[in-house]
């Protein structure tokens, strides 16, 4: 029978490149590691909920209002917060649980923590912001700059005016401050503000999306950058893109360091490749074909004409 091809399967195979590091885990200890995935799923479960009513909502375009079951949390406040600190702590102590497994002899497979980190990942992807209403934020700040005004001048309340949908769910301390984020970030924010207008949780989906491929290219570029120092990618991993700090922080409140994590990671192990390939950027000899170089037809082309990756 061919194999049977599962999601974290096919994901795990995006990392054919990584060194196995470590013996399979034997029966008792993957029963163990099944539960203990469980059991952080059980904590970012009662996390969601508890956000219901615990978490960052909108002050208006709020989808829970006035439907009774996922209204009842806002009902019941202390009670949320209670769920959502108990789930919190359950996730916490199941990842320092699951160390167990990335750690010594026999290790995790990557698939194995692949299905780990989607499976915690859900609830938080399904839930209203926590923690934090940066969120809206950067959608106040995004529309500032989609309406063809500087986001780096003025803030929410004189760029969209007090009254506006985004500038209501924006905390009163941050009304008046311009955006301290770089250009690519807010150009991807107009774009969203472009797709979704005015509807929030279109627009906060819509960034969560864009922190998701923050942590892609985490979990991408991690592994890679641990064996470059000796050390099993599973267990960069576990401490990495699993850690409860990157899931609560990055993932539940929507924080845009996601983004420029992945990328600072990314670039760094694009420029060790070109380091340690043996392909170099060399300057050609006199002679050589210029019209095979690359920028050949655009301003300076002469110049960079003269330069192609080759073996030195």
Request: hydrophobic fraction near 45%.
């Amino acid at each position: 029978m061919g194999r049977q091809l599962s999601l974290t399967s096919s994901i795990a195979g995006w990392h054919g490149d990584e060194r196995t590091v470590g013996s399979p885990l034997n029966s008792v200890e993957l029963t163990a590691m099944r539960r203990t995935r469980l059991f952080g799923a059980t904590g970012t479960m009662l996390m969601g909920i508890g956000a219901l009513g615990a978490g960052a909502r909108p002050v208006v375009q709020d989808p829970t209002f006035g439907v009774r079951i996922l209204n009842l949390p806002s009902r019941i406040q202390t009670v949320s917060l209670t769920m959502t600190t108990t789930g919190a702590v359950i996730m916490t102590l199941a990842w320092l649980m699951l160390g167990r497994f990335a750690l010594g002899p026999r290790r995790m497979s990557r698939a194995q923590l692949d299905h780990t980190l989607l499976l915690w990942m859900l609830p938080l992807l399904l839930a209203p912001p926590m923690y934090s209403k940066d969120v809206y934020s950067y959608l106040a700040q995004s529309q500032i700059a989609r309406d063809g005004l500087n986001p780096y001048e003025v803030g929410p309340a004189p760029g969209l005016g007090l009254d506006h949908v985004f500038t209501l769910s924006v905390p009163s301390l941050w009304r008046e401050t311009p955006a301290p984020y770089g250009p690519l970030f807010l150009w991807l924010g107009s774009g969203i503000s472009a797709i979704t207008g005015e509807n929030i949780v279109a627009a906060v989906l819509c960034h969560r999306l864009v922190v998701l491929a923050g942590v892609g290219l985490i979990v991408w570029a991690t592994p890679r950058l641990a064996s470059r120092c000796g050390v099993a990618e599973v267990t960069a991993l576990w401490l990495g893109a699993a850690n409860p700090l990157l899931l609560m922080h990055l993932v539940a409140g929507i924080h845009n360091e996601a983004l420029m994590l992945g990328l600072m990671l990314a670039g760094t192990e694009i420029a060790l490749r070109g380091i340690s390939s043996p392909a170099r950027w060399c300057r050609r000899r006199r002679g050589h074909h210029a019209g095979r170089g690359p920028g050949r037809t655009g301003p300076g082309g002469l110049r960079w004409a003269n330069w192609w990756p080759e073996r030195c």
